[in-house]
T-cell receptor
Framework: ELKVEQNPLFLSMQEGKNYTIYCNYS?????LYWYRQDPGKSLESLFV?????AVKQEGRLMASLDTKARLSTLHITAAVHDLSATYFC?????????????FGTGTLLAVQP | DTGVSQDPRHKITKRGQNVTFRCDPI?????LYWYRQTLGQGPEFLTY????????KSRLLSDRFSAERPKGSFSTLEIQRTEQGDSAMYLC???????????FGQGTRLTVV
């Protein structure tokens, strides 16, 4: 079964700095999802990456996918306090009755002024 | 359509009591998923419905858990004889196909005291 690992688990950043969250996965998964979760809230979809080399950008966030390395990255540019949240990556696990999302443990991002 | 809706948002119950949660998916989505999320972890798959048929259950779903989707629209998740270890956020998600993006509801936070 697919396993998904994220690092770091916790990231404290200063406003204006850049950083990258890494997501490694164990078996073939040709699509990768990034979600944001605010405390006590549900999951907000950020990006769906569908193919090798896919890159998507929204505001200060940019996600990429390398299926050969089984690696996705979420890059944060010039962080602002509003980006403070937990970020999850998830791969699509093929098998069983359906494809299902398998999530990493999340990266808690705290952006300090 | 306003997205996936879950009710209640919060539930506090005494150990040993039964609880039931409801999920209303996006109307044209025939696939429905239940996930459980404990503090500091990513969501874990519990069970999956395609229309009214429950096609897959995780080994996390003990005999005390039962889920239904009687008319292929809304779904219920019941936990009998609740235990403190059942305390978690229960998330519902729906999708149009197994390959399309899953949208999550706001979740039901269960606290067993």
């Amino acid at each position: 079964e697919l396993k998904v690992e994220q690092n770091p688990l916790f990231l404290s950043m200063q406003e204006g700095k850049n950083y990258t969250i890494y997501c490694n996965y164990s078996t073939t998964s040709d699509r990768l999802y990034w979600y944001r979760q605010d405390p006590g809230k549900s999951l907000e979809s950020l990006f769906v990456l569908l193919s090798n080399g896919a890159v998507k950008q929204e505001g200060r966030l940019m996600a990429s996918l390398d299926t050969k390395a089984r690696l996705s990255t979420l890059h944060i540019t010039a962080a602002v306090h509003d980006l403070s949240a937990t970020y999850f990556c998830a791969g699509l696990n093929y098998g069983g009755a359906t494809n299902k999302l398998i999530f990493g443990t999340g990266t808690l991002l705290a952006v300090q002024p | 359509d306003t997205g996936v809706s879950q009710d209640p948002r919060h539930k506090i119950t005494k150990r040993g009591q039964n609880v039931t949660f409801r999920c209303d998916p996006i109307s044209e989505h025939n696939r429905l998923y239940w996930y459980r999320q404990t503090l500091g972890q990513g969501p874990e798959f519990l069970t999956y419905f395609q229309n009214e048929a429950q096609l897959e259950k995780s080994r996390l779903l003990s005999d005390r858990f039962s889920a239904e989707r009687p008319k292929g629209s809304f779904s219920t998740l019941e936990i009998q004889r609740t235990e403190q270890g059942d305390s978690a956020m229960y998330l519902c998600a729906s999708s149009y196909t197994s390959d399309t993006e899953a949208f999550f509801g706001q979740g039901t936070r269960l606290t067993v005291v």
